[in-house]
């Protein structure tokens, strides 16, 4: 058994209130959650309306396998208008 934890860093800078940041935050982790069917949620900065920190968690047989679904959440999150990805790290245990 392979577990990836993944840790993305969202700039707003469209987002003028906490608001609008969390509608598309909403936006982008429920997209995430859809289409991967893994663990997402915001886990740092939740008082900040431009910057907002997600958590992500994969598990999985094979760790290729979570390295291609990673790549695909990163390309997800970073191709958003809305939020630009500023940070990436991934943890496998």
């Excluded at 993305?8 to 429920?30: G, I, N, T, W, Y």
Aim: net charge negative; charged share 25%.
């Amino acid at each position: 058994m392979a577990v990836a934890v993944g840790t993305f860093e969202l700039h707003f800078p469209m987002a003028h209130s906490l608001k609008e940041k969390r509608q598309v935050l909403r936006c982008v982790m429920d997209r995430v959650k859809a289409k991967f069917n893994v663990s997402i949620a915001e886990v740092e900065h939740h008082d900040l309306w431009q910057r907002g920190t997600v958590g992500v968690a994969i598990v999985g047989n094979d760790r290729t396998l979570l390295d291609q679904i990673g790549q695909r959440i990163e390309e997800i999150l970073s191709g958003h208008e809305e939020a630009h990805l500023t940070e990436c790290q991934w943890e496998y245990l």
